[in-house]
C-alpha cells in the first residue's frame, strides 16, 4: 500500500485490503530469473470493526445452540465440554466458560470505568493439568494467542519497534504488535506466567489494568488497543504448595500483579 492509504492503521488492528495481483520477476542485474515473486498492490483499506467478523453459523448451526440454551443442564453440559480429560476442577472450569463470554464495560457517573474482561490465575502442581485447562480455554475461544513465559519479553507482550525497508516516509522504525495486543477482543492463553521476566510482569499488569498498549520506542509513540482477557498458569517453585510460607512468595509473582486476576 502506498500514498494517501498507507499509515492509516495502526499494529493489531483486523483490515481489509482489496488490491490487484502482481507478478515481479526476481533478476541478478541484467540477468533474469526464471522465478516471480507475487506480491499485491493495495488500492484500498478498510478497518474491521467486528473482531469475529470470519466467524460464521450455518442456519442449522444457530437453531441447534438456540434449541439447546432452553435445555435445564446447560450450564453443566458447557461445564463437561471443557477438558473433559480434566476430571473434578468443576468451579475452574465454570470460570472459563464465563471468562470466553465475557461481562460488559461500565462507566460510572465520576467517570470512572470498570472492564469487563475477566483475567483468571491458575497455579497448580507441575502434572500438566493447569496447562491442560489454559489450552482448552485458547481452543474454544474464537481469537486467541498462546505463549509461554519462559520464551517472551516485555517487547513480546506489548509491541516491539522495528526497521523495515517497506516504512513509510523516511522513518525506518514500525511497531510490530505483541501478543496481548494481537489477541484484542479475545483471549491471552500464558502458559508458565511465573518464568516472565521483571519487565515483562510489570507489562503485563500495566496492560492488564488500561485495556491498552502504550508505546514510546524509538520515533514511534502510539497507543494500541488490549482489550484482552488474560487465561495464565504457572507452578510454584517447589512444586508445591507450603500451608506455612506466605502464597506471594511461592508463586513468584507480584502482588500487584496478582491484584489484576479476578
Partial sequence: IEDDIAGTVTAGDQVTVNGILKLDQRSAGRQRSSQFDLYMDGVSLETDTDAYAEVTLSDDTKEAIVSQSAEPDIYEQLIDSIAPSVHDNKTIKLGILLQLFGGMDKEFPDGAGSRGNIHM?????????????????????????????????????????????????????????????????????????????????????????????????????????????????GTPPSDGFDQYRPLGQQIGITPELVSQFD
Fill in 121 to 233: 490465575l491458575l497455579f497448580g502442581p507441575s502434572n500438566g493439568t493447569v496447562n491442560r485447562l489454559v489450552g482448552q480455554g485458547t481452543n474454544a475461544a474464537p481469537r486467541a494467542v498462546s505463549i509461554s513465559g519462559t520464551e517472551t519479553t516485555a517487547a513480546g507482550l506489548t509491541a516491539a519497534a522495528t526497521t523495515s525497508s517497506d516504512a513509510p516516509g523516511d522513518d525506518p522504525w514500525t511497531l510490530k504488535a505483541g501478543a496481548l495486543v494481537m489477541a484484542d477482543q479475545g483471549l491471552l492463553g500464558l502458559h508458565g506466567v511465573g518464568s516472565l521476566s521483571g519487565d515483562a510482569l510489570a507489562a503485563l499488569g500495566r496492560t492488564m489494568d488500561a485495556q491498552e498498549v502504550h508505546v514510546s520506542k524509538a520515533s514511534q509513540t502510539q497507543s494500541l488497543r488490549a482489550n484482552t482477557a488474560v487465561l495464565a498458569a
